[in-house]
């Protein structure tokens, strides 16, 4: 279960280095994969990690288009 912790908006806008609005569109927008506890967005660690995976491919697959 180490590798699935339960992170909240904060945790999340520090490992990916951006705002905690930017987490939060993400998640409303069904981008990043997370849940609500009352009005409180939590994310587990492997869909952050999916997420970041995700963008990589996409900028990958970007790179490599005429």
């Known amino acids: ?3 699935d912790a339960i992170l909240d908006t904060k945790e999340v806008a520090k490992l ?7 987490i939060t569109k993400l998640a409303e927008r069904g981008e990043l994969t997370g849940f ?3 009005d409180l967005w939590r994310f587990q660690r492997s869909d ?5 995976a995700s963008q990589k491919r996409k900028r990958q697959q970007g790179e490599h288009e005429p």
């Open 1 to 3: 279960m180490a590798n």
């Open 16 to 22: 990916l280095k951006v705002s905690t609005r930017t």
């Open 36 to 38: 609500k506890v009352g």
């Open 48 to 52: 952050v990690e999916a997420f970041i």
